[in-house]
C-alpha cells in the first residue's frame, strides 16, 4: 500500500515545488519590473508598485520557514509564523547576498507582534519585510534626506499592527560619525499628501543615538520606516523646553495686553496724530498679530486639528512677522528723514504709502508663496535631545511655521538681517549726527545727550534685538535662547514703556509751553 502511494506523494511535491518556485519567480519578476521603473522614472505609480509585492510576498508558497528575494536595490523576506511566536531578530550582516561594504541595518520584533492577530485568526501567520536602498518611491522631504538611502518596512498578515507596548527596534548604523546632524525616525504615513501617495511622519516613533554612527528607531507599529538626516544646529535639550516655554507665555501675554493698551490710549485721546505716531500704532498692530499667532501656533500643530487650519495660521504667523521686520525698517527710514531733512518732511500721503509697504510687500510674499507651493506651510518639528545615561534620545515638539529650509533662510533669516542691518546702520549715523550736533551747540549738550539716549532706546526697541537670532551656535546657543526669548516676546511691553515715555515727555512739553505763553500773556 505505501509502496503504491509512493509515486503520488512523489508527484505531489513536485507540483508543490513547481508552485513555490513559479510564486517565487513571479514576485522576482514584480521586483525586478519596479527597479526598472525606478531607474527609467517610468510613471507607474509607486503605491501599485509596493502594493503589488506586498501582496506578492503575502500569497506566495514556498517550502521552509521563511523566503527570501533580492534585486540590486531590493530586498524582499516572508517568515511563517504561529501564535507561539517569542520575537525575531533580523541583520543584514547575517542575511545572504547583502554586500558588506553597505552600511548595516537591523529589525527586532517583539513577542507581541502576533497577539491581536492569534485573537481573531487560528491559522499560521505571515510576515513581510522588504528593504529599499533607493527613495524613488517614497516622496523626498524639502528639508532632509534619508540616512544611507534606505527604507525598511514590515507588514503582518491578517490586520494592521499598531499600538504595541513593546516597541519594534529598527537600526540604522552609518559608515561615519552622525555629530553635526539632526536625525529623526520617520514612518511612511499613506494618504498624508495631497502630492504623493503619502509622507513622512515621526508619529509613533522614538528616536535614540547609542552611538555616534548608529540610530536606533523605537515605533509602535509597522509600516514602512526611515532616518530623516539634515545638517542643523545641536539640538535643544528638552529639559529647555519648559522654561523657554514659560517664559515665552508669560512674555507674548505681558506684550498683547501692552499693544492692546496702547492701541486703545491712542484711540483715546482723539487728537490728530502725527506720521510718526501713525507709524508706531502700525508697528503695534503688527506685533499684536504676531503674539496671537505665535501663541497658538503650538495648538493648532497638534494631530487632531485639521491641517489647512495650520497652513493658514503658519501662513499668518508668517505675514506677522514680516510686517513686523518691514514696520522696523520703515521706523530706521522714517528716524533717517527726520534727522537727515532737519525735521522738515512732507511726503504726499506719506502714511498710505509706508502701509502699502509695511503691510502689502510681506502680504504679496505670503500669497505668492501659498499660490506656488502652499507645502512650505504647516507643522514644524522641533527636535529636543534628551540624554539617558550614555545614549541620547530624541523628542519631538510640532509648532504651525515655514516648513521649507530655502524660505525660512530667504524670508525669515535674510529679510531679518536685512532690516537688523539697516537699523544698526541707522543707529550708527543717527549717533554722528547727533554728536556734530552737540559739538556745534554747547547750549544744548543737554538737549542733544536726551536725544542720542532717545535715538538708542528707538533703535534698540526696533531690530536690534532681532539681531540675536544669528548667534544660535555653538557655545552661544543657550544664552541666545533664553536672552532671545525674553527680549522679542516682551517686545511688545517694550514698544508699550516708549510710547508712555513720549507721551508723558510731549505733555510735559507742551505744559512748558502752555506755562511760557501764559506769562507772556500776563507781562
Same mark, same amino acid.
Request: aromatic share 12%; proline share 3%.
Given at each position: 500500500?505505501?509502496?503504491?502511494?509512493?509515486?503520488?506523494?512523489?508527484?505531489?511535491?513536485? *507540483?508543490?515545488?513547481?508552485?513555490? =518556485?513559479?510564486?517565487?519567480?513571479?514576485?522576482?519578476?514584480?521586483?525586478?519590473?519596479?527597479?526598472?521603473?525606478?531607474?527609467?522614472?517610468?510613471? &507607474?505609480?509607486?503605491?501599485?508598485?509596493?502594493?503589488?509585492?506586498?501582496?506578492?510576498?503575502? +500569497?506566495?508558497?514556498?517550502?521552509?520557514?521563511?523566503?527570501?528575494?533580492?534585486?540590486?536595490?531590493?530586498?524582499?523576506?516572508?517568515?511563517?509564523?504561529?501564535?507561539?511566536?517569542?520575537?525575531?531578530?533580523?541583520?543584514?550582516?547575517?542575511?545572504?547576498?547583502?554586500?558588506?561594504?553597505?552600511?548595516?541595518?537591523?529589525?527586532?520584533?517583539? =513577542?507581541?507582534?502576533?497577539?491581536?492577530?492569534?485573537?481573531?485568526?487560528?491559522?499560521?501567520?505571515?510576515?513581510?519585510?522588504?528593504?529599499?536602498?533607493? &527613495?524613488?518611491?517614497?516622496?523626498?522631504?524639502?528639508?532632509?534626506?534619508?540616512?544611507?538611502?534606505?527604507?525598511?518596512?514590515?507588514?503582518?498578515?491578517?490586520?494592521?499592527?499598531?499600538? !504595541?507596548?513593546?516597541?519594534?527596534?529598527?537600526?540604522?548604523?552609518?559608515?561615519?560619525?552622525?555629530?553635526?546632524?539632526? %536625525?529623526?525616525?520617520?514612518?511612511?504615513?499613506?494618504?498624508?499628501?495631497?502630492?504623493?501617495?503619502?509622507?513622512?511622519?515621526?508619529?509613533?516613533?522614538?528616536?535614540?543615538?547609542?552611538?555616534?554612527?548608529?540610530?536606533?528607531?523605537?515605533? +509602535?507599529?509597522?509600516?514602512?520606516?526611515?532616518?530623516?538626516?539634515?545638517?542643523?544646529?545641536?539640538?535643544?535639550?528638552?529639559? #529647555?523646553?519648559?522654561?523657554?516655554?514659560?517664559?515665552?507665555?508669560?512674555?507674548?501675554?505681558?506684550?498683547?495686553?501692552?499693544?492692546?493698551?496702547?492701541?486703545?490710549?491712542?484711540?483715546?485721546?482723539?487728537?490728530?496724530?502725527?506720521?510718526?505716531?501713525?507709524?508706531?500704532?502700525?508697528?503695534?498692530?503688527?506685533?499684536?498679530? #504676531?503674539?496671537?499667532? /505665535?501663541? #497658538?501656533?503650538?495648538?493648532? =500643530?497638534?494631530?487632531?486639528?485639521?491641517?489647512?487650519?495650520?497652513?493658514?495660521?503658519?501662513?499668518?504667523?508668517?505675514?506677522?512677522?514680516?510686517?513686523?521686520?518691514?514696520?522696523?525698517?520703515?521706523?530706521?527710514?522714517?528716524?533717517?528723514?527726520? !534727522?537727515?531733512?532737519?525735521?522738515?518732511?512732507?511726503?504726499?500721503?506719506?502714511?498710505?504709502?509706508?502701509?502699502?509697504?509695511?503691510?502689502?510687500?510681506?502680504?504679496?510674499?505670503?500669497?505668492?508663496?501659498?499660490?506656488?507651493?502652499?507645502?512650505?506651510?504647516?507643522?514644524?518639528?522641533?527636535?529636543?535631545?534628551?540624554?539617558?545615561?550614555?545614549?541620547?534620545?530624541?523628542?519631538?515638539?510640532?509648532?504651525?511655521?515655514?516648513?521649507?529650509?530655502?524660505?525660512?533662510?530667504? !524670508?525669515?533669516?535674510?529679510?531679518?538681517?536685512?532690516?537688523?542691518? $539697516?537699523?544698526?546702520?541707522?543707529?550708527?549715523?543717527?549717533?554722528? *549726527?547727533?554728536?556734530? #550736533?552737540?559739538?556745534?551747540?554747547?547750549?544744548?549738550?543737554?538737549?542733544?545727550?536726551?536725544?542720542?539716549? &532717545? %535715538?538708542?532706546?528707538?533703535? *534698540?526697541?526696533?531690530?536690534?534685538?532681532?539681531?540675536?537670532?544669528?548667534?544660535? /551656535?555653538?557655545?552661544?546657543?543657550?544664552?541666545?535662547?533664553?536672552?532671545? &526669548?525674553?527680549?522679542?516676546?516682551?517686545?511688545?511691553?517694550?514698544?508699550?514703556?516708549? $510710547?508712555?515715555?513720549?507721551?508723558?515727555?510731549?505733555?510735559?512739553?507742551?505744559?512748558?509751553?502752555?506755562?511760557?505763553?501764559?506769562?507772556?500773556?500776563?507781562?
Amino acid at each position: 500500500m505505501n509502496c503504491c502511494w509512493a509515486p503520488f506523494l512523489y508527484l505531489c511535491l513536485l *507540483v508543490s515545488q513547481s508552485r513555490t =518556485a513559479e510564486a517565487s519567480q513571479e514576485t522576482l519578476h514584480w521586483m525586478e519590473k519596479m527597479e526598472v521603473a525606478a531607474r527609467s522614472r517610468i510613471s &507607474t505609480s509607486s503605491a501599485e508598485l509596493i502594493h503589488g509585492l506586498e501582496l506578492r510576498l503575502l +500569497n506566495a508558497s514556498f517550502g521552509g520557514h521563511n523566503l527570501t528575494l533580492q534585486t540590486q536595490i531590493i530586498q524582499a523576506l516572508a517568515f511563517k509564523l504561529n501564535c507561539n511566536f517569542s520575537g525575531l531578530s533580523l541583520s543584514s550582516a547575517a542575511l545572504e547576498k547583502v554586500p558588506q561594504a553597505r552600511p548595516q541595518h537591523a529589525m527586532q520584533f517583539p =513577542a507581541e507582534l502576533t497577539r491581536n492577530a492569534c485573537r481573531t485568526h487560528s491559522r499560521d501567520l505571515r510576515l513581510i519585510c522588504i528593504y529599499f536602498s533607493s &527613495t524613488r518611491f517614497f516622496q523626498k522631504d524639502i528639508n532632509s534626506s534619508l540616512l544611507n538611502n534606505y527604507v525598511l518596512g514590515a507588514q503582518l498578515s491578517h490586520g494592521y499592527v499598531s499600538n !504595541l507596548s513593546e516597541p519594534v527596534n529598527i537600526s540604522f548604523w552609518h559608515n561615519q560619525s552622525l555629530e553635526g546632524y539632526t %536625525v529623526t525616525c520617520v514612518f511612511w504615513k499613506e494618504r498624508a499628501s495631497k502630492h504623493h501617495w503619502g509622507a513622512w511622519s515621526p508619529e509613533g516613533c522614538h528616536t535614540e543615538q547609542p552611538t555616534p554612527s548608529q540610530v536606533l528607531c523605537r515605533c +509602535n507599529h509597522l509600516t514602512y520606516f526611515a532616518v530623516l538626516m539634515q545638517l542643523s544646529q545641536a539640538p535643544v535639550p528638552a529639559e #529647555l523646553l519648559a522654561p523657554l516655554t514659560y517664559i515665552s507665555l508669560v512674555g507674548c501675554s505681558i506684550s498683547i495686553v501692552a499693544s492692546l493698551l496702547t492701541v486703545l490710549l491712542h484711540l483715546q485721546a482723539r487728537k490728530q496724530s502725527d506720521s510718526v505716531t501713525r507709524i508706531h500704532m502700525n508697528l503695534h498692530a503688527s506685533v499684536l498679530l #504676531l503674539n496671537i499667532t /505665535f501663541l #497658538l501656533s503650538p495648538v493648532l =500643530a497638534t494631530p487632531p486639528v485639521p491641517g489647512a487650519a495650520c497652513v493658514v495660521l503658519a501662513a499668518t504667523l508668517h505675514f506677522a512677522l514680516l510686517s513686523c521686520l518691514t514696520w522696523m525698517a520703515i521706523e530706521g527710514f522714517n528716524l533717517y528723514l527726520l !534727522l537727515g531733512r532737519v525735521y522738515n518732511v512732507y511726503i504726499r500721503r506719506y502714511v498710505l504709502k509706508l502701509c502699502a509697504v509695511g503691510w502689502g510687500v510681506p502680504a504679496f510674499l505670503v500669497l505668492f508663496l501659498l499660490a506656488v507651493k502652499s507645502s512650505v506651510y504647516g507643522p514644524y518639528k522641533i527636535q529636543l535631545s534628551d540624554s539617558h545615561g550614555n545614549s541620547t534620545g530624541f523628542k519631538i515638539t510640532s509648532i504651525c511655521w515655514v516648513q521649507s529650509s530655502w524660505v525660512h533662510s530667504v !524670508l525669515v533669516m535674510g529679510y531679518g538681517g536685512l532690516t537688523s542691518l $539697516f537699523n544698526l546702520v541707522v543707529l550708527a549715523w543717527a549717533l554722528r *549726527v547727533l554728536n556734530k #550736533l552737540r559739538a556745534q551747540e554747547k547750549a544744548l549738550g543737554t538737549q542733544a545727550c536726551r536725544d542720542t539716549v &532717545t %535715538v538708542l532706546g528707538l533703535t *534698540v526697541l526696533l531690530g536690534t534685538t532681532w539681531a540675536l537670532a544669528f548667534f544660535s /551656535f555653538s557655545v552661544f546657543l543657550l544664552p541666545q535662547l533664553f536672552l532671545f &526669548t525674553i527680549f522679542n516676546s516682551l517686545y511688545g511691553f517694550f514698544l508699550f514703556l516708549w $510710547f508712555c515715555s513720549q507721551r508723558c515727555r510731549s505733555e510735559a512739553e507742551a505744559e512748558a509751553e502752555m506755562e511760557v505763553f501764559t506769562s507772556q500773556m500776563v507781562q
